[in-house]
């Protein structure tokens, strides 16, 4: 798991590679509810058009909660750009 310091100094990271963020939008979401022996509880997906000063990005965010009434937690936080293949 990524502790909250390290996933605020990957935001940081991204920041200087790709510049300031600018503007997003939600281009697209989904719920599913899962029950079964694995991990069971609802898992939510946000994906973002996300422009920065430098460069556009698309962003998922995946969420989950255990069960209703638990707080939902950051589950993966996913970046795509062609600026982190630019020197």
């Known amino acids: 798991n990524t502790s909250r310091k390290e996933w605020r100094n990957m935001l940081v990271n991204i920041q200087k590679k790709l510049g ?6 939600l281009s697209s979401w989904f719920v599913e509810n899962v029950v079964g ?10 994906v973002f ?12 965010i995946l969420l989950y909660r255990k069960k209703k009434g638990n707080p939902i937690k950051i589950d993966g936080h996913h970046i795509q750009s062609n600026g982190f293949l630019k020197k």
């Not at 300031?20 to 939008?25: A, N, S, V």
């Open 37 to 46: 022996t694995g991990k069971s509880g609802t898992f939510y997906k946000l």
């Open 49 to 60: 058009k996300v422009c920065y000063a430098k460069e556009y990005a698309t962003e998922t």
């Open 20 to 25: 300031k963020l600018e503007d997003f939008e």
